[in-house]
């Protein structure tokens, strides 16, 4: 091999090494479940709990008022996972969105989003905790997720 050939080669080999991280994220879809505010109390920051067994599964539903519990009790763990996203949000909870989950590895990612106060509105400034339960089917899933975590306001 000539110092051409090399050139090229350690070339694609550095492309690729920036690449993977990028292509190692996907958009995993999904469907809220349930929203409505948590029986727990305020946390600091949002975050999230993964259910992937009824094991698991329980550790948000002793978070959650009973209404919210139900996508939870019900799930199907063979061809579906619950996620548990948690937050402070308060009388903003109506404009907080879950613009997109993704998968890392073992991973997942909820990305959430703020959409602002309408013109001339008014929001209280109360601060509670509030839930969301999002299911997600493990088709999509590449393996099974053992964390989660949560990216946005």
Known sequence: ????????????????????????????????AAHRMSAGAPAARPFAIPGTSAVSGHRIVLRVTPAVALPVLRANFRTQIVIGVFGPFGCKDGRVRVARVTQTARMLVMHLSLEPLAPGAMECQAIYETARVLVVSRAALHGTPTKATVAGP
């Open 1 to 32: 091999m000539g110092r051409g050939h090399l050139s090229r080669l350690l070339l694609l080999g550095i492309a690729l090494a920036v690449a993977a991280p990028a292509a190692a994220a996907s958009t995993v879809p999904f469907r809220v």
